[in-house]
């Protein structure tokens, strides 16, 4: 038995079943058993691997597209560059790579990262030597002024809570103890009063008994936060992530231990544990907020927009054949529609009026707001 399976089975006992966004705070961050509280879950060696791992290009392309924003805007100095969630930074250490050459863009640049992992800092820190970087917990917390944000395999790893459609209604899938009290399993409760009416103004037109519906007030906070500050001081934001266009329903809770499908309510804080993203959702509470969205865009699109073949092939002419066929291999993997390509979706946030930036169609999403 894991500690955290012991102290989360003994809260259940005190307290009762606790929501599925507790539960996965808890797996994911808690600060000594949580699954980035001492581990390296990136990379080759690590449980999943993401775009920044596999290619320098990606994060070389974001920070170029960062760039291209700062130019739009009409090159303001100083800007935040900031990241959620940026994993060892080795998307940021391209990023800024790729940057540097920008006229007057590195000199504009203030970085902040968003990182609740002490142990990920750490990492963070050693691969951005030379680099002034202030670290915060929090998106909130970051200095007001213009901003350009990259949010790369952040949203999927915010907490949701899972709902399951009964004849009289929605009722909340909560994690409780089994019969043997060791186990954890699903049981069903009311939803409470804001989150009821909060699945009422949601359309799950054809949802039928036993049907699940999910949602991310986090992400719906972050998305938010994001417009907020762009519609006031200007700047762009980028989010990309495996989701959907919403509102669906479904059961995208899933964990990855060894690098394989594990059942996420075994063995809490010994395993990645995500859900899909609603990008429709995300796009929503944007606009509820004041500001502009573009996309999604599938990921495949959205790279090929920004130049990734050309890139490849460029870096594939001084390649020996290995290098070259490792080249072949991660564009495959990032643009391939049976690989991230469709999947992953690019989601870009600005003030209203503004450009529309690389990547996306030229006429941006319609305003709902």
């Given amino acids: 038995m894991t ?23 808890a797996a994911l961050l808690h600060p000594k ?16 691997v993401t775009a920044p791992e596999i290619s320098q290009v990606f994060g070389e392309l974001l920070g170029l597209w960062c760039a291209d924003c700062w130019a739009r805007l009409g090159a303001p100095d100083p800007i935040v560059l900031t990241e959620l969630g940026p994993g060892r930074g080795t998307l940021m250490a391209d990023a800024l790579h790729a940057a540097a050459v920008v006229p ?11 990182e609740a992992s ?14 002034e970087v202030v670290w915060h917990e929090r ?16 949203l999927d790893a915010l907490p949701i809570r899972q709902f399951e459609r009964r004849a009289e209604g929605w009722a909340e899938r909560r994690v409780g103890l089994s019969e043997n009290g060791q186990s954890f399993q699903f049981v069903l409760d009311d939803p409470p009063d804001d989150l009821a009416a909060d699945l009422g103004s949601l ?22 936060e994001i417009a907020r500050r762009v519609s006031r001081f200007g700047g762009a934001a980028l989010m990309i992530d495996y989701g959907y266009e919403g509102p669906l329903t479904g059961d995208s809770f899933q964990a990855i231990r060894d690098g394989a499908p594990a059942d996420p309510l075994d063995g809490p804080g010994s395993a990645d544990i995500s859900a899909h993203v609603d990008f429709s959702a995300l796009a929503q509470a944007a606009h509820d907020a004041g500001a502009w969205t573009h996309g999604p865009v599938p990921q495949g699109i959205f790279l090929r927009a920004l130049g990734l073949e050309a890139r490849i092939e460029a870096l594939g002419k001084t390649a020996d054949a290995n290098q070259a066929r490792a080249l072949a291999a991660a564009f495959e993997r990032l643009v391939s529609p049976d690989q991230m390509g469709r ?13 529309v930036p690389a990547g996306f169609p030229i006429h941006p999403a319609p305003d709902s707001g």
Avoid at 210 to 221: S, Y
Avoid at 343 to 355: D, S, Y
């Fill in 3 to 25: 500690s955290l399976r012991a102290l989360l089975r003994d809260r259940i006992r005190e307290a009762g079943p606790i929501t599925l966004a507790d539960y996965m705070g």
């Fill in 33 to 48: 058993h949580g699954y980035y509280a001492s581990r390296d879950p990136f990379g080759a060696r690590g449980d999943f």
């Fill in 104 to 114: 007057g863009f590195p000199g504009a640049l203030r970085v902040h990262l968003v």
């Fill in 118 to 131: 002490a142990h990920l800092a750490a990492q963070q820190r050693a691969a951005l030597p030379g680099i």
């Fill in 139 to 154: 998106l909130e917390d970051l200095p007001e002024g213009p901003m350009l944000l990259l949010a790369n395999e952040f």
């Fill in 203 to 224: 359309s799950f037109p054809d949802a039928g008994p036993g049907e699940i519906a999910e949602i991310c007030p986090r992400a719906r906070e972050v998305a938010s």
């Fill in 343 to 355: 999947l992953f979706r690019c989601l870009a946030v600005t003030e209203r009026a503004q450009f």
